[in-house]
C-alpha cells in the first residue's frame, strides 16, 4: 500500500487499513464449528463499539499484505503499530523498509528516511475524510459511518464473526471493508479492503497490549536535518 496524505488508506493500514488499522487481536481463541450461529449483527456491532469505547491507547504487531492485481504481486510489510485516543497513532514500518507515519490532533507526518524525505499535512483533512480512521481515533460511530452486515459465510472455521462494513460517506477510497471480530472478546482480528483499481489490502496483528499508558510525546515528530519536507494540501 503507497502511504499517502492526500488519501491514507488503513485499514488500515490501511492501516488499515490499516487500517488500521483497527485492531485487537486476543492471545487465544477456542475453537469452534462453523455450524455455531453468530449472535445478532446488533449485538456484535454494539459490543465492537463498547470495546473501542472502553480503550484509552494499544499497540501491537502488524502484518500488511497488499496485492497489486494489475501486475499480479503481493508486498508484505511488518511493524509496530500504536493508537491513542484520540486523534493519536503511528505506523512504524520496520521490514523490508522503514517508513513512519505519525498523526496527533494537529499534524500527520509521513517520513521515508531511505528518501530523506518528509511530507506533512494538516490532520482534521485526514479524520474528517476516512470513517474508518476516524473510528479508530475514536471518534466515530459505527453505525453513523457504515453500513454493517454479515458476509457468507458469517463465521470462519474459529468461530470468529465475519463482517462487511459499506461507508456512508461519498468519494470513499474503497468500497466496503472485509473484518473479522473475535468471537469470545468482539476484538477486531484483521481488516480487508479493495481499492477502486482493485488492488487489496489485509492488515492483521498480534502481540497486543492495551491500555498501557502510552505517552503522548511518541505522537510527536521533529524531521531530522537534512530531510527534504513537502507540505501536502
Given at each position: 500500500?503507497?502511504?499517502?496524505?492526500?488519501?491514507i488508506?488503513?485499514?488500515?493500514?490501511?492501516?488499515?487499513?490499516?487500517?488500521?488499522?483497527?485492531?485487537?487481536?486476543?492471545?487465544?481463541?477456542?475453537?469452534?464449528?462453523?455450524?455455531?450461529?453468530a449472535?445478532?449483527?446488533?449485538?456484535?456491532?454494539?459490543?465492537?463499539?463498547?470495546?473501542?469505547?472502553?480503550?484509552?491507547?494499544?499497540?501491537?504487531?502488524?502484518?500488511?499484505?497488499?496485492?497489486?492485481?494489475?501486475?499480479?504481486?503481493?508486498?508484505?510489510?511488518?511493524?509496530?503499530?500504536?493508537?491513542?485516543?484520540?486523534?493519536?497513532?503511528?505506523?512504524?514500518?520496520?521490514?523490508?523498509?522503514?517508513?513512519?507515519?505519525?498523526?496527533?490532533?494537529?499534524?500527520?507526518?509521513?517520513?521515508?528516511?531511505?528518501?530523506?524525505?518528509?511530507?506533512?499535512?494538516?490532520?482534521?483533512?485526514?479524520?474528517?475524510?476516512?470513517?474508518?480512521?476516524?473510528?479508530?481515533?475514536?471518534?466515530?460511530?459505527?453505525?453513523?459511518?457504515?453500513?454493517?452486515?454479515?458476509?457468507?459465510?458469517?463465521?470462519?472455521?474459529?468461530?470468529?464473526y465475519?463482517?462487511?462494513?459499506?461507508?456512508?460517506?461519498?468519494?470513499?477510497?474503497?468500497s466496503?471493508?472485509?473484518?473479522?471480530?473475535?468471537?469470545?472478546?468482539?476484538?477486531i482480528?484483521?481488516?480487508?479492503f479493495?481499492?477502486?483499481?482493485?488492488?487489496s489490502?489485509?492488515?492483521?496483528?498480534?502481540?497486543?497490549?492495551?491500555?498501557s499508558?502510552?505517552?503522548?510525546?511518541?505522537?510527536?515528530?521533529?524531521?531530522?536535518?537534512?530531510v527534504?519536507?513537502?507540505?501536502?494540501?
Amino acid at each position: 500500500m503507497k502511504l499517502n496524505l492526500n488519501k491514507i488508506e488503513l485499514f488500515i493500514p490501511a492501516a488499515l487499513l490499516t487500517v488500521c488499522a483497527a485492531f485487537f487481536l486476543g492471545l487465544a481463541f477456542p475453537h469452534a464449528s462453523l455450524a455455531d450461529p453468530a449472535p445478532a449483527l446488533e449485538e456484535v456491532v454494539d459490543r465492537l463499539q463498547r470495546i473501542y469505547e472502553k480503550t484509552q491507547d494499544f499497540q501491537a504487531g502488524f502484518i500488511q499484505e497488499t496485492t497489486v492485481k494489475s501486475i499480479r504481486k503481493t508486498d508484505t510489510e511488518t511493524g509496530t503499530v500504536y493508537f491513542k485516543n484520540p486523534r493519536q497513532m503511528l505506523w512504524d514500518y520496520k521490514k523490508p523498509k522503514t517508513k513512519k507515519l505519525i498523526i496527533n490532533a494537529q499534524k500527520a507526518w509521513l517520513y521515508l528516511p531511505r528518501d530523506k524525505t518528509v511530507y506533512v499535512q494538516e490532520s482534521n483533512k485526514i479524520f474528517k475524510s476516512e470513517a474508518l480512521i476516524k473510528f479508530l481515533s475514536g471518534l466515530g460511530k459505527l453505525n453513523q459511518d457504515f453500513t454493517i452486515q454479515f458476509a457468507s459465510p458469517t463465521v470462519d472455521q474459529d468461530g470468529n464473526y465475519l463482517l462487511l462494513l459499506y461507508p456512508r460517506e461519498k468519494g470513499a477510497s474503497y468500497s466496503f471493508l472485509r473484518m473479522t471480530v473475535a468471537k469470545n472478546n468482539f476484538y477486531i482480528l484483521q481488516i480487508g479492503f479493495d481499492d477502486v483499481m482493485g488492488n487489496s489490502t489485509l492488515l492483521r496483528f498480534s502481540n497486543i497490549k492495551m491500555n498501557s499508558g502510552l505517552s503522548s510525546k511518541l505522537f510527536q515528530f521533529q524531521p531530522p536535518p537534512g530531510v527534504s519536507i513537502f507540505k501536502m494540501p
